[in-house]
C-alpha cells in the first residue's frame, strides 16, 4: 500500500501543508489510494529514514519520493495510462514556471497572512519549532512578518491578476477540467482555510469561485477536510 | 503570400510592437515566411480594413487574424504538421495563464521603464497620437507614469523570480527548446532593446543569459533587428 506522510498539528484530522495538499489531489487525479500517516514539524527522524527533512514523502512500494514537484513528475512518468497531470509532454514542460509562480506569489503571498494562525494549530514543542525555524528564515518575529495584513492581503489579491484574467476564458487552468495546475494554486488555499479565518478573497472574484470548484471536485475531497468557512 | 502589418515609428527597419515579436517569432517557429508591413499608430483605417484597431495583424491568404494569442492558436491549429507551439494540448490550456504573466508582469513593468524613450521613435503626429492615447489610458502624464525608473527596474526584476526559478532547471520556458512561452517573454524584451537604452537586467541573471539565446534563436533573427546594445 502506498503511503503518503502529511503535516498536522494536533488534529490529524486537519492535515494543512499547501505541499501535501498538491499531492492528495496529484494521486486522486490519477485515481490511486494512499494511506495517510500523520506527521508533525519535530518528527524529523520519522522522515529522515526516508531521506528527506520535509512532506510530502510518498511510499510507493520500495520507492519513496519526497518533494510534491517530485512526486508530480514521477507518478506522470509511473503511471502514464492514468489522466496525465500535464495534459502531456508539453504541459510538463510549462508546469515548472506555474510551480514557480505558485510558490512566490501564492505561498509567499499567503504566508504573512496566516502565520500566527499557524501557531494555535500546534502542541508546545511543535510551536516553538516552528516559531524559532521561521523566524531564523525571516531575520525577524513572526509578528513582525505577519504586521498590518489587512494592508498586505491587496497586494495578494493584485497579484493574482495573471490568474483571474485566465480564468476569464477557461473555469481551470488545466483547461475544461483541473489538473496539476491547479493542485499547485489550490494547495496554498486549502493551507489558509485549514488554519485560519482571514478572508484571502471576495465573493465575487473569479479566484474565489473557482477554489470553491477546487473544493468539489474529487467528490468534495477537500472540502470534507477540516477548515474554516470562506 | 502572407503579410504581418508590424508596428514602426520613423524607422520601417526597427519594429518594436512586443505582440508583433511573439507573432514574428511564432512564424519562425512553424517555418512559415511573411510579408512585413510597417504599419504606424496613426494608421488606423489600414486596419481597420482587416477588421482590427491594433497590431499585429496577419494575413493569411482569405484570411485575416488578428491579436497575438488568437494568432498563435490560429496557427497551431492551421499548420499542426509544423513543430507544436505550445508542446501539445496540455501546454494549450497552460499557455493562457502564461500569456497573462507575461501581459502583466513583463509588458506592465517594462512599459514605464522604457516609455519615454519609445517617444524618440516617432515623428510628431504619431507621437502627439501616442502621449495622448497612452495619457488618457494612465490617467496620468507620461513623464509620471515613467517617473523613478531606477527604482522600479528593481520591483521589476524581482517580478522574474518565477522565471528565474524556472530557468534553473531548464534552458528555456518550452523546456529544452523554446516554444511560445519564450516567445511570449521575449517580446517585451526585445520591444525595450528596440527602444530604448535602459539597462532591464544584469550580466549575471539567468534571465539574461536566456535572452541572449533567444537573441540567438532562427539564425539571429531577433539580434538582426535594429536595437539598443545589452
Known amino acids: 500500500m502506498r503511503k503518503l506522510y502529511e503535516l498536522v498539528g494536533t488534529d490529524p ?11 492528495r489531489l496529484a494521486l486522486a487525479h490519477k485515481g490511486l489510494d ?57 504541459g510538463r514542460e510549462y508546469i515548472r514556471f506555474f510551480n514557480s509562480w505558485g510558490d512566490v506569489a501564492l505561498n509567499g503571498g499567503i504566508f504573512p497572512l496566516i502565520i ?3 501557531l ?6 511543535n510551536a516553538a519549532y516552528f516559531r524559532s525555524s521561521r523566524e531564523a528564515r525571516f531575520k525577524m518575529s513572526i509578528e513582525d512578518f505577519a504586521s498590518n495584513r489587512e494592508a498586505k492581503v491587496d497586494g495578494f489579491r493584485r497579484s493574482l491578476d ?3 484574467l485566465t480564468l476569464r476564458s477557461q473555469p481551470f487552468l488545466g483547461g475544461a477540467a483541473p ?13 489558509a482555510r485549514a488554519v485560519s479565518p482571514f478572508r484571502l ?20 475531497m477537500a ?3 477540516k477548515g474554516f468557512s470562506l
Open 34 to 90: 494512499a494511506e495517510r500517516v500523520p506527521w508533525r514539524f519535530v518528527e524529523k527522524e520519522v522522515i529522515a529514514a526516508h531521506g528527506s527533512e520535509k512532506v510530502p514523502v510518498l511510499v510507493d512500494g520500495d520507492k519513496t519520493i519526497h518533494d510534491s514537484f517530485a512526486i508530480a513528475l514521477y507518478l506522470e512518468e509511473t503511471y502514464p495510462d492514468r489522466p496525465s497531470l500535464f495534459g502531456g509532454p508539453g
Open 120 to 125: 494555535q494549530l500546534l502542541d508546545a514543542e
Open 223 to 225: 472540502r470534507a477536510s
Open 179 to 191: 489538473n496539476y495546475a491547479d493542485y499547485i494554486a489550490f494547495g496554498p488555499f486549502q493551507w
Open 13 to 23: 484530522e486537519r492535515p494543512f501543508s499547501p505541499y501535501v495538499w498538491r499531492t
Open 162 to 164: 495573471p490568474f483571474r
Open 201 to 220: 478573497l471576495n465573493e465575487d472574484d473569479l479566484v474565489y469561485a473557482w477554489r470553491e470548484r477546487m473544493l468539489d471536485a474529487f467528490g468534495g
Open 116 to 118: 500566527t494562525d499557524i
